[in-house]
């Protein structure tokens, strides 16, 4: 492959059968069908807002595994390297509404997803883009993930690819891997653009103080961090010796919460490509985080640029 790409992200992606009405899943009768993955949710992010994207996996060669390409291959996602194995099955994810809250119940053990290795990967075609996003699910998904994301920071780190990394905290998976948070901390610190959220910081290092979670990071390699805060805002720091803190925007009415860092990171690495600064890229991705838990599904609410141009201006577009 000659083209440069602007992204490429690696992890898995799931079916969703996300509920179609509220209550027990017991008594739930009809779903609608979703994709849901943090990597690939970046992508189509991405994608939408004119950049060129590649996302890495691998998936069942089966209905739902074509499901999956066909939807992200729909929104401009390059999905060349992406293995379809006849042997395993895509991994698949329920979501419950309650009263009060979203359960959700995970069917991804042994998926096509969880078995990615080294040999799956086609490493030429790696070497050739600006930005590698990866994020924490993905070295928990099994042994053989971990070595693959292990061998992606040493293969970024050989060709001076930036690595953007999520920490993306599942305790699901955690409880299954006894030395994951060890692990999580060295892939944090390997990271050249660090996006976690305060309560995953907190986690990693026992305290909630921006100032010692940038410190650390920044002393460890890390050369961009920006630390979410949810509704509050978010607070970065780089080695260049820029710090300050970005107010998120207001949300009337937030639909779905799920979704919300990837929209972050959408906007933060689609400011860095259009050179914009890390203040402004911040600024960007809090927007973007803010459009998407308006809207139910992880990828429906990422907006196209002409979208958040009429979001900044508070303009409706009219179709006649």
């Given at each position: 492959m000659n083209t440069q790409l602007d992204v490429i992200t690696l992890g898995e992606t799931m079916v969703l059968f996300d509920a179609g009405s509220n209550g027990p899943l017991r008594y739930v009768n009809q779903f609608n069908?979703?994709?849901?993955?943090?990597?690939?949710?970046?992508?189509?992010?991405?994608?939408?807002?004119?950049?060129?994207?590649?996302?890495?996996?691998?998936?069942?060669?089966?209905?739902?595994?074509?499901?999956?390409?066909?939807?992200?291959?729909?929104?401009?996602?390059d999905i060349s390297r992406v293995v379809l194995d006849p042997t395993e099955r895509t991994g698949l994810y329920i979501k419950e509404k309650l009263?009060?809250?979203?359960?959700?119940?995970?069917?991804?053990?042994?998926?096509?997803?969880?078995?990615?290795?080294s040999s799956d990967i086609d490493w030429e075609y790696l070497s050739n883009t600006k930005i590698i996003h990866l994020t924490g699910i993905t070295p928990l998904l099994s042994e053989s993930c971990f070595n693959l994301v292990d061998e992606l920071f040493h293969f970024a780190?050989?060709?001076?690819?930036?690595?953007?990394?999520?920490?993306?905290?599942?305790?699901?998976?955690?409880?299954?891997?006894?030395?994951g948070k060890e692990r999580l901390m060295d892939f944090a610190k390997r990271a050249d653009i660090l996006l976690p959220g305060l309560e995953e910081a907190e986690y990693l290092l026992g305290t909630r103080d921006y100032d010692e979670i940038a410190d650390f990071f920044l002393a460890s390699g890390v050369k961009k961090i920006a630390i979410k805060n949810g509704a509050i805002g978010t607070y970065y720091a780089t080695s260049d010796n820029e710090r300050g803190f970005v107010k998120s925007y207001p949300v009337s009415k937030a639909i779905d919460p799920i979704g919300a860092g990837d929209g972050f990171a959408t906007g933060v690495l689609s400011g860095l490509l259009n050179g914009s600064t890390f203040e402004e890229a911040i600024d960007r991705g809090s927007l973007i985080g803010s459009m998407v838990v308006s809207v139910s599904g992880d990828i429906e609410g990422l907006p196209t640029s002409r979208e958040i141009e009429a979001f900044r201006t508070n303009k409706q577009d009219v179709l006649r």
């Open positions: 069908k979703r994709i849901g993955g943090a990597e690939s949710n970046v992508a189509i992010g991405l994608s939408k807002l004119g950049h060129s994207v590649g996302w890495v996996s691998k998936i069942g060669d089966e209905e739902l595994g074509h499901y999956m390409i066909n939807t992200i291959r729909g929104e401009g996602v009263t009060d809250r979203n359960q959700v119940y995970y069917y991804r053990q042994g998926s096509a997803a969880s078995k990615m290795a780190k050989k060709h001076a690819i930036p690595v953007s990394f999520d920490p993306n905290l599942r305790h699901k998976l955690l409880e299954k891997v006894p030395n």
